[in-house]
């Protein structure tokens, strides 16, 4: 083999990968992704060590309903992310803790966790910024025996 004909292949192969590399970016940062769930705040529904399909279209087109679980930034602490339900959308009259109501303002929604007494959610930090919501799940993947679409709740 030739140095040139090395060097074509060489060339082909890295394009190949990169190509490879942004088409897998994209779908993992603007179509879906795998989480992996921890803590007890969304027993029973979800427990440590599940896997979650996410797909991103819904928080970005504003399709979000009372019921979905979604993974978002947790507002204490923007570099962990958190698995709950939303409760309340803008509008919403909702209760939080002490039996106190509040209205959820525009832009925002109510996050808890489905453990209520094993959650830190909205009760705790209040309504959450739509902006903070990275993902909606779809299904848990993991384990096997109880794959299960989680959108129908």
């Known amino acids: 083999m030739t140095f040139a004909r090395i060097f074509s292949k060489t060339l082909g192969f890295i394009g190949y990968t990169f190509q490879y590399a942004c088409v897998t970016h994209c779908t993992f940062e603007y179509v879906g992704d795998f989480v992996i769930c921890s803590g007890p705040s969304m027993e029973p529904t979800l427990e440590s060590n599940n896997i979650l ?32 339900r ?26 808890e966790g489905d453990n209520s007494g094993n959650s830190t959610d909205s009760r705790l930090y209040g309504p959450v910024p739509e902006g903070l919501i990275r993902s909606r ?4 993947v993991w384990p096997l025996d109880k794959i299960t679409s989680l959108t129908d709740y």
């Open 53 to 84: 399909f996410t797909e991103h279209l819904s928080p970005r087109l504003q399709r979000l309903r009372r019921g979905d679980i979604v993974i978002a930034k947790c507002p204490s602490n923007p570099k962990q992310n958190i698995c709950k």
């Open 86 to 111: 939303i409760v309340g959308l803008p509008g919403d009259k909702v209760r939080g803790n002490f039996a106190r109501s509040h209205v959820v303002p525009r832009g925002h929604v109510w996050l």
């Open 137 to 140: 799940v779809v299904c848990r």
